[in-house]
């Protein structure tokens, strides 16, 4: 059975196309735009990686704060 690739792994892989292969072929408008897309992907992969951590620690701290779930 093929393992299918992960969600983060596959919005990394369109980030470095972005990057590595469009990204040289486009004039300064475009260019940016495919910067500022490529960026927002990385955003996204960084929340996908540690989001869920990120939403127990602030669920913990929210249940102290107001003493209740």
């Keep these: ?8 792994l596959l919005v990394d892989a369109v980030a470095r196309f972005l990057r590595e292969e469009l990204l040289p072929q ?4 475009a260019a940016f735009k495919t910067r500022v897309a490529a960026n927002a992907l ?4 960084r929340e996908m990686r540690s989001g869920p951590a ?3 620690q602030e669920a913990l701290r929210l249940t102290r704060l107001l003493g209740q779930d």
Excluded at 1 to 8: A, I, Q, R, V, Y
Excluded at 26 to 29: E, F, G, M, N, R
């Design 1 to 8: 059975m093929l393992d299918k690739p992960s969600g983060d």
């Design 26 to 29: 486009l004039d300064a408008t």
């Design 42 to 45: 990385d955003i996204a992969i």
């Design 54 to 56: 990120i939403h127990a």
